[in-house]
């Protein structure tokens, strides 16, 4: 069974230029995550999608941060404008369902460097 | 709020030695708890979970975790550590409020001296 996909794998871009990421889940998977994972840290949910319906995006940075999943299957998060902080690997996660019993697998992550 | 603490930020042991790594967490209700493992440039794996039940949970790898309510904690130990177990380990806790989610440690980085 294939797993998460994600590309690119790595990203360098000028401040204030605009980036984007694409996940494919595993399939079958109706539940997608994407985190946010700056170094020296643990990884941070920014969204949580339920087929193609935002479940949770509290901590997704509206102004700059955008996601979508217009299909219920893979999915794009775009940074415009990118700033310094941005710089982080970006996770996404999928797992059947909602809730504790669902396990939720990980891609290997795009590495975000903001100059 | 939730949150878990990871208090060692590296950990090196010798291979063949034994491991503990130290997770405390801070939740109200009865605790999800998680350890996933990460290697360079990989996703995050699944090594163990703690649901209910038997406070000493077996998983992958030969990995294994106590949880002690008493003590906030969900310690990681395996008996004897080989050189492909170097990697950075991660504590979770799975919490509910807008949603499900996972809140992760900040990691311990494990190096294995040959």
């Known amino acids: 069974e294939a797993g998460v996909a994600q590309s690119p794998r790595y990203k360098i871009i000028e401040k204030r230029q605009s980036v984007a990421f694409w996940c494919n889940p595993i399939s079958g998977h109706a539940t997608l995550y994407w985190y946010q994972q700056i170094l020296g840290q643990g990884p941070k949910l920014l969204i949580q999608?339920?087929?193609?319906?935002?479940?949770?995006d509290s901590q997704l940075p509206k102004d700059r941060f955008s996601a979508e999943r217009l299909k219920g299957v893979d999915s794009t998060l775009k940074i415009q404008p990118a700033k310094l902080e941005d710089s982080a690997v970006y996770l996404c996660?999928?797992?059947?369902?909602?809730?504790?019993?669902?396990?939720?697998?990980f891609g290997p992550g795009t590495r975000l460097t903001v100059l | 709020a939730q949150s878990v603490t990871q208090p060692d930020i590296h950990i090196t042991v010798s291979e063949g030695a034994s491991l503990e790594l130290r997770c405390n967490y801070s939740?109200?209700?009865?605790?999800?708890l998680f350890w996933y493992v990460q290697s360079p440039g990989q996703g995050l794996q699944l090594l163990l979970k703690y649901f209910s039940g038997d406070t000493l949970v077996q998983g992958i790898k030969g990995f294994e975790a106590e949880f002690k309510r008493s003590q906030s904690s969900f310690n990681l130990r395996k008996p004897s550590v080989h050189w492909s177990d170097a990697a950075e380990y991660f504590c979770?806790?799975?919490?509910?409020?807008?949603?499900?989610?996972?809140?992760f440690g900040s990691g311990t980085r494990l190096l294995v001296r040959p």
């Open positions: 999608f339920q087929n193609n319906g935002v479940v949770d």
């Open positions: 979770a806790v799975g919490a509910v409020d807008s949603s499900y989610k996972l809140i």
């Open positions: 939740y109200g209700a009865t605790p999800y």
């Open positions: 996660a999928s797992s059947p369902g909602t809730g504790v019993f669902n396990e939720q697998f």
